[in-house]
């Protein structure tokens, strides 16, 4: 069991910054996968960024994806917001458990509102 602690929405104006953050906690082994996506009103979900050992995979250069290992945290900085980037956004952690299964685990959702 995996439980994911997301916090960090709201509103903000055009141009302005938020920064998302997500805490994993349970019976983690290893984290392999930590990621952002997001869904708009009448839109699919889509990957905004995710961050593995390998490296670091960003689809919005105006956002950044960080972790923090000590804490099983990941960040999304995002800056010069748009209206466009409105919607709700999710954590995605793929961890192995202390069975040395594969888990798949979603946040509750941030609402991000980009408006003046």
């Known amino acids: 069991q995996v439980q994911l602690v997301e916090s960090g929405g709201g509103l903000v104006q055009p141009g302005g910054s938020l920064r998302l953050s997500c805490a994993a906690s349970?019976?983690?082994?290893?984290?392999?996968?930590m990621a952002w996506y997001r869904q708009a009103p009448g839109k699919q979900r889509e990957l905004v960024a995710a961050?593995?050992?390998g490296g670091i995979t960003n689809y919005v250069d105006r956002f950044t994806i960080s972790r923090d290992n000590a804490r099983n945290t990941v960040y999304l900085q995002m800056n010069a917001l748009k209206p466009e980037d409105t919607a709700v956004y999710y954590c995605?952690?793929?961890?192995?458990?202390?069975?040395?299964?594969?888990?798949?685990?979603w946040g509750q959702g941030l609402q991000v509102t980009v408006s003046s």
């Open positions: 995605n952690v793929r961890i192995t458990n202390v069975a040395f299964s594969t888990v798949d685990s």
């Open positions: 349970g019976s983690i082994r290893s984290i392999n996968r």
């Open positions: 961050i593995t050992s």
